[in-house]
């Protein structure tokens, strides 16, 4: 019913930048928050951004300063642009969109995910 496509991750020297992307589709109604997480190989999944629908956004610490989220609700998009890119940060990157369908229901959806490496 909805599918989110995640592109844009791959490998880059420390100091490097990145934007990932994530595209909507299927039978949306609206789209309200939006949030990039992550995952590190033995970790759990961390939140990395959010951001609502009125454009309120919040990062984990770690990325304050490097990291932006951002939607166009037009395009059914949400970014993260990583600027300053560290070792640290390699992971699979997840997208998640709390989605209004067209038969009035309201959850969330994950991407399948895209890998982000950050290597010397």
């Known amino acids: 019913q909805v599918q989110l496509v995640e592109s844009g991750g791959g490998f880059v020297q420390p100091g490097e930048s990145l934007r990932l992307n994530c595209v909507a589709s299927g039978m949306i109604l609206s789209m309200n928050d939006m949030a990039w997480y992550r995952q590190a190989p033995g970790k759990q999944r961390e939140l990395v951004a959010a951001?609502?629908?009125?454009?309120?956004?919040r990062y984990r610490d770690s990325v304050k300063g490097r990291f932006i989220i951002d939607m166009d609700n037009r395009k059914r998009t949400v970014y993260l642009r990583m600027n300053y890119l560290r070792p640290e940060d390699t992971a699979v990157y997840y997208c998640?969109?709390?989605?209004?369908?067209?038969?009035?229901?309201?959850?969330?959806?994950w991407g399948q995910g895209t890998q982000v490496t950050v290597s010397s």
């Open positions: 998640n969109a709390n989605i209004t369908t067209f038969d009035w229901r309201r959850q969330g959806y």
């Open positions: 951001i609502t629908s009125a454009g309120n956004t």
